[in-house]
């Protein structure tokens, strides 16, 4: 299984492990949280549900990213991509603060996903390591799955997933999956940064988002209370 909340770069990977020919190997899912229901399903933050379930399958990549790029990402998802599910007219503002889409309940999922981390339930990839060393981040994955690849086939699926060649890709209209194409006029893949989320956030937005994550302007985790 591959497991990350929405926006937090699983198309990145999602691609470079189709080009490598593996990708159909592996379930992808957002553990519940798929926001792209109009229908606002009820979120489960059933910790110990969780733990029961996914303790028998230890071939899992949890995929985590600074969550104040995550949130807004997801904010330009909701209100592109997938504007007809759920017509929202907030703001920014709104949207990182609201019940449903914001940061509080990206804060209980990515606790508890990082938990199960720790307790050897999961490898734990970030968004930000695949930025610092995309190759290494997509041999340590297709390791962990234990698929047998080569390191070249590693590193031409890695030239293949260059941000603009999954653009060109998106573009042209022609993958074979839905999850690369353009959606209502919005495409899946935007930026592709590391601290985006500081051109689009006010002041006092990034230090509320700094408060419920927990984190110091430079991203670092807070010393414990």
């Known amino acids: 299984m591959f497991v990350s909340f929405p926006k937090s770069g699983r198309s990145w990977i999602r691609y470079a492990l189709h080009r490598l020919g593996v990708a159909d190997q592996i379930a992808f ?9 109009g229908a606002r399903p009820p979120l489960d933050f059933d910790y110990a ?3 029961a379930r996914y ?16 949130i807004v990402s997801l904010y330009h998802q909701v209100t592109g991509r997938f504007v ?8 920014l503002s709104d949207f990182i603060r609201d019940p ?16 199960l981390c720790r307790h050897g339930l999961a490898l734990a990839v970030s968004y930000e390591e695949c930025h610092a060393d995309f190759p290494g981040a997509l041999a340590k994955i297709v390791a962990h ?38 959606r209502n006029g919005a495409p899946k893949v935007r930026q592709g940064r590391v601290g985006g989320f500081a051109e689009c956030l006010s002041g006092e937005d990034i230090a509320y988002l700094n408060r419920v994550f927990r ?11």
């Open 145 to 182: 799955y234990r698929f047998e690849v080569s390191a070249a086939a590693i590193r031409e699926a890695s030239a293949a997933a260059a941000i603009e060649n999954m653009r060109n890709v998106e573009r042209d209209g022609g993958f074979e999956e839905p999850w690369l194409r353009l």
């Open 29 to 37: 899912h957002h553990d519940g949280f798929e926001y792209n229901d």
């Open 215 to 225: 984190l110091q302007d430079d991203g670092g985790c807070a010393a414990p209370a």
């Open 55 to 70: 303790s028998g399958n230890t071939l899992i990549v949890y995929m985590h990213r600074d969550p104040r790029d995550v």
């Open 100 to 115: 449903y889409f914001g940061a509080e309940n990206l804060q209980r999922f990515q606790t508890q996903w990082l938990d």
């Open 84 to 91: 007809d599910f759920f017509g929202y007219g907030g703001s």
């Open 49 to 51: 549900k969780r733990l």
